[in-house]
């Protein structure tokens, strides 16, 4: 069973940076073919795909976001992780990680629970 777990802190101040990490049990980030997705859901709107990390390694951005994000990953910890610097309240969103990297969110097959992040000071 593979499960996805979404940690980090739940409340950032302005022009700080948004740090999360996914920890993946029952397979492995660097499984052939597979993407690693942060995907997140503001009050009131749409799922937002914010950018993946593919099986070898390689980031892909949104490009509305690409400017203050970053995705990375540690294969010894299984884990991957997101950076979203200089937040402002229009971040605060619920942000799930999530295996699969197509435009269709209905083709992902695992999702994390999804944490609740607040942009306030």
């Known amino acids: 069973q593979v499960q996805l777990q979404e940690s980090g802190p739940g409340l950032v101040k302005p022009s700080q940076t948004l740090s999360l990490t996914c920890t993946v049990s029952?397979?492995?980030?660097?499984?052939?073919?597979?993407?690693w997705s942060w995907i997140r859901q503001a009050p009131g709107k749409g799922l937002e795909w914010i950018g993946y990390v593919t099986d070898n390694g390689s980031p892909a951005i949104s490009p509305s976001l690409q400017s203050r994000t970053f995705i990375s990953r540690d294969t010894s910890k299984n884990q991957f992780t997101l950076q979203l610097s200089s937040v402002t309240p229009e971040d605060t969103a619920v942000y799930y990680c999530a295996r699969g990297g197509a435009a269709v969110f209905g083709s992902y097959d695992y999702w994390g629970q999804g944490t609740q992040v607040t942009v306030s000071s």
């Open positions: 029952g397979a492995s980030i660097t499984t052939n073919y597979y993407y």
